[in-house]
């Protein structure tokens, strides 16, 4: 079975500050990996993925992640926030050549504060 | 280019009615999940149907749920008498078959639930 953990629940910053928003997963099998956002009262959208290739992912929106296979990370960053980016991200993962479900971390609430 | 489109957006019950939630899936997909969101977690996976077919329904609570995707029209999520714990959001995803399209699930907007 596989599992999500995101570290921070809240991470509030300042604008123009960079940010990273920290996931772990732990699975027995290799996986593919995705941050999502969600926008209040909204549903989720694709930032970017890991399927494989090139450890660090760039995503819309400025973001970019890396996959770190020895530490089982897949943090997401970057430089420089805008108000804009206030939203909810969820880091998830699937099973390669298994099920198809994705399984989601609890989230983490991003506030940029002007 | 429609997204994924979830109807309705908000759905009120009263506790022991039907609830149906319809999902149309992005032209071309042939895969659609159901998660659910309930306050303060994450997404958790439900069932994952391809036309026709349910092919993991490992997240379905064993009662009063069902989910189907029929060969023409919406994929309909049906909760049998309603219960306030069921109150959450419900999101439904959908990819393209492909080995790698398959992996890449876009969501909707969701259809917001509450149980009075």
């Known amino acids: 079975a596989q599992s999500v953990t995101q570290l921070d629940s809240q991470v509030p910053v300042f604008e123009e500050a960079p940010v990273e928003l920290r996931c772990n997963y732990s699975?027995?099998?290799?996986?593919?990996l995705f941050w999502y956002v969600q926008y209040p009262n909204q549903g989720l959208q694709l930032l970017l993925k890991?399927?494989?290739?090139?450890?660090l992912v760039k995503g819309i929106n400025g973001f970019e992640a890396e996959f770190n296979k020895s530490q089982t990370s897949f943090h997401l960053r970057k430089p420089s926030v805008h108000i804009s980016d206030t939203a909810e991200y969820f880091c998830a993962v699937s099973d390669r050549g298994g099920s198809e479900k994705l399984v989601f971390g609890k989230g983490t609430k991003l506030t940029v504060n002007p | 280019n429609a997204g994924v489109m979830q109807n309705p957006r908000h759905l009120v019950r009263r506790r022991g009615q039907e609830a149906r939630l319809r999902c149309s899936p992005v032209k071309g997909h042939s895969h659609v999940y159901w998660y659910r969101q309930l306050p303060e977690e994450g997404l958790k996976f439900m069932v994952y149907?391809?036309?026709?077919?349910?092919?993991?329904e490992s997240g379905m609570p064993k009662e009063r749920f069902s989910a189907e995707f029929p060969k023409e029209g919406p994929s309909i999520l049906r909760i049998q008498q309603v219960v306030r714990g069921d109150s959450a959001a419900y999101f439904c995803a959908s990819s393209r078959s492909g080995t790698t399209g398959r992996n890449i699930q876009y969501f909707g907007a969701g259809t917001r639930l509450s149980v009075l």
């Open positions: 890991y399927l494989s290739g090139s450890t």
């Open positions: 699975s027995s099998v290799s996986v593919y």
């Open positions: 149907l391809q036309k026709e077919n349910i092919i993991d």
